[in-house]
């Protein structure tokens, strides 16, 4: 956590309450927060905010000034928040930076993370193309049907890691992939360059579908996760099997869901989600 969805509920809510304000001041506890360098921070001061956007699971805010966008990227990580300043934690003491601004609807949005997986990016344009190259690839919510069919014929490797792949399909983390292969009804260890066309094609709509839903519901809510202004998602309410080792399968087919443990646990149904390894 947090995987996609709830970097994009972060997004669709610094976007809606800060959008258009001034940044008067910029605090960062942490000197090793910072990938790019402290030395550019007092360039922000001044900057309007004038874009909001998700990258993966990380948040990119674009500020404005002198006629130059530079941004400010926050890597949620594993931990990683970006809250409003009324937004209580049970951790105070990790809030890395604050960012104190003026004619938003919020007066400050701070950067919390306590297990410090996740960095502050200070980046130019260029910077800023540089880093989505390097870090991200295909971005689930608008590629194409036919580039994620291209993308998954192209590689080998088992399944589920590599929806994980950031470098290859950014955002999708440990719960959305169990979700998605469930409803997919396929295998986490399927060797995903031996998917026939019409597969691909289901698994393109059903991860689709299980996002666009998360999103909707204010993401997933497992351990830290809270949205800016402290709500807390409520699509943990429909996982269908992460989490769910020993119960029955959801679909009624009269089999128990199982914990495959790798390196990441995976739920699966053994009916509904067959597989025979191609090893002898």
Request: net charge positive; hydrophobic share 35%.
């Amino acid at each position: 956590m947090p995987e996609l969805p709830e970097a994009e509920v972060v997004a669709q809510q610094v976007r809606a309450h800060l959008l258009g304000a001034q940044l008067n001041d910029c605090w960062v506890g942490r000197a090793d927060i910072v990938r790019e360098g402290l030395l550019t921070l007092p360039w922000y001061r001044g900057a309007r905010l004038e874009t909001v956007e998700r990258y993966g699971k990380s948040v990119a805010l674009g500020f404005q000034k002198e006629g130059e966008l530079r941004y400010f990227v926050a890597e949620l990580g594993m931990t990683g928040l970006l809250l409003f300043r009324a937004t209580e934690t049970k951790h105070p003491q990790h809030v890395h930076a604050r960012l104190s601004l003026t004619g938003g609807r919020e007066p400050e949005l701070r950067y919390w993370n306590p297990r410090r997986f996740g960095r502050l990016s200070l980046l130019d344009q260029a910077g800023l193309d540089r880093y989505r190259a390097r870090r991200f690839g295909a971005d689930p919510l608008t590629a194409t049907r036919d580039e994620f069919l291209h993308l998954l014929q192209g590689r080998r490797g088992r399944l589920k890691p590599l929806l994980m792949h950031q470098q290859t399909i950014a955002g999708i983390g440990n719960i959305y992939a169990n979700e998605i292969l469930f409803r997919s009804r396929l295998h986490p260890n399927r060797e995903a360059n031996r998917l026939r066309a019409a597969t691909i094609g289901k698994l393109y709509d059903t991860m689709r579908t299980v996002l666009r839903e998360a999103i909707s519901n204010g993401g997933s809510s497992v351990k830290d996760f809270f949205a800016p202004d402290g709500t807390e998602g409520r699509y943990k309410q429909h996982h269908l099997v992460y989490g769910k080792e020993g119960q029955p399968c959801p679909n009624r087919c009269g089999r128990i869901i199982r914990r495959l443990q790798s390196e990441r646990s995976s739920f699966v149904c053994p009916s509904c989600q067959p597989y025979k390894s191609l090893k002898p």
